[in-house]
């Protein structure tokens, strides 16, 4: 039983690592993920991987829409000057 309390308790104590959230860019098809952790929410900034250009991108969430299959995301991406539209995964 002390055992099982232990065990417990360090599953209680070691935090998880945040899960990353998938998804692409609805005009050039590119794979993107959003490191777990960060908030999506209008007028938040992001940090997002871009697997195209394989650099890390800084965005300003514009908009959020839930759809059908996910969720898509307006991004004004900081890095290129441009607006982006992301349909991540549900």
């Not at 929410?41 to 299959?69: A, K, L, N, P, W």
Request: charged share 30%; net charge negative.
């Amino acid at each position: 039983m002390k055992i099982l309390c232990a065990i417990a308790a360090l599953t209680i104590a070691v935090p998880m690592p945040a899960v990353a959230w998938d998804g692409t860019d609805t005009e050039s098809g590119a794979d993107v993920e959003i490191e777990g952790g960060e908030l999506v929410r209008s007028g938040e900034d992001i940090e997002f991987y871009d697997y195209e250009t394989g650099e890390y991108h800084q965005g300003t969430v514009e908009d959020i829409d839930r759809t059908g299959s996910g969720v898509e995301l307006e991004i004004y991406d900081n890095t290129t000057g441009e607006y982006r539209v992301l349909e991540m995964e549900e």
